[in-house]
T-cell receptor
Framework: DGGITQSPKYLFRKEGQNVTLSCEQN?????MYWYRQDPGQGLRLIYY???????QKGDIAEGYSVSREKKESFPLTVTSAQKNPTAFYLC????????????FGPGTRLTVT | GENVEQHPSTLSVQEGDSAVIKCTYS??????FPWYKQELGKRPQLIID?????GEKKDQRIAVTLNKTAKHFSLHITETQPEDSAVYFC??????????FGKGTTLSVSS
């Protein structure tokens, strides 16, 4: 299960706090993605990045921020502006920006109370 | 942007029966259509994919068909087994964009 890692597996935060989720890949992939998974909602795209120092908003970017300073890393910050942050967060990567298989990390389950 | 609809949301079959899951997409520029399987508590994993220049693709008990005119594609699983029980997601995209996923189908195979 190597290649793309997310940490931690479980994360607990108090409401009003920002929290950063880690995503690292050693697959030499150019593109990386963040999805949010809620029961019955599928995988919804938060942000994606095709190259270093560039990223695009997905369908549900409000309340989230990202950076892409290194090819291997694509951290996601869940800010206090995100109204319903409790969810399962999945990071993925692919060889190019789209039309190629996306490999997923194991996910981080974030609980905010 | 792309929108992917997936049906049914749940599907229950007897072991040995066939299962079919259908998806429609909205963006005619989409040209890549993968299917992912997600077992409980695990990450989604690609099981089969198809590109727009192909109408059908098979891999053992799994097949995917694509109708570009109607903008829909389907996953067919034959001779289902209990280990096929999982959530299945379809997705679509074109070069330079992220995959957009359907909401998933929970397949239950009873023995």
């Amino acid at each position: 299960d190597g290649g793309i890692t997310q940490s931690p597996k479980y994360l607990f935060r108090k409401e009003g706090q920002n929290v950063t989720l880690s995503c690292e890949q050693n697959l030499n992939h150019d593109a990386m993605y963040w999805y949010r998974q809620d029961p019955g909602q599928g995988l919804r795209l938060i942000y994606y990045s095709q190259i270093v120092n560039d990223f695009q908003k997905g369908d549900i970017a409000e309340g989230y921020s990202v950076s892409r300073e290194k090819k291997e890393s694509f951290p996601l910050t869940v800010t206090s502006a995100q109204k319903n942050p409790t969810a399962f967060y999945l990071c993925a990567s692919s060889t190019r920006g789209g039309s190629y298989e996306q490999y997923f990390g194991p996910g981080t389950r974030l609980t905010v109370t | 942007g792309e929108n992917v609809e997936q049906h049914p949301s749940t599907l229950s079959v007897q072991e040995g029966d066939s299962a079919v899951i259908k998806c429609t997409y909205s963006d005619s520029a989409s040209n890549y259509f993968p299917w992912y399987k997600q077992e409980l508590g695990k990450r989604p994993q690609l099981i089969i994919d198809i590109r727009s220049n192909v109408g059908e693709k098979k891999d053992q008990r799994i097949a995917v068909t694509l109708n570009k005119t109607a903008k829909h594609f389907s996953l067919h699983i034959t001779e289902t087994q209990p280990e096929d029980s999982a959530v299945y997601f379809c997705a679509a995209n074109q070069a330079g964009t992220a995959l957009i996923f359907g909401k998933g189908t929970t397949l239950s195979v009873s023995s």
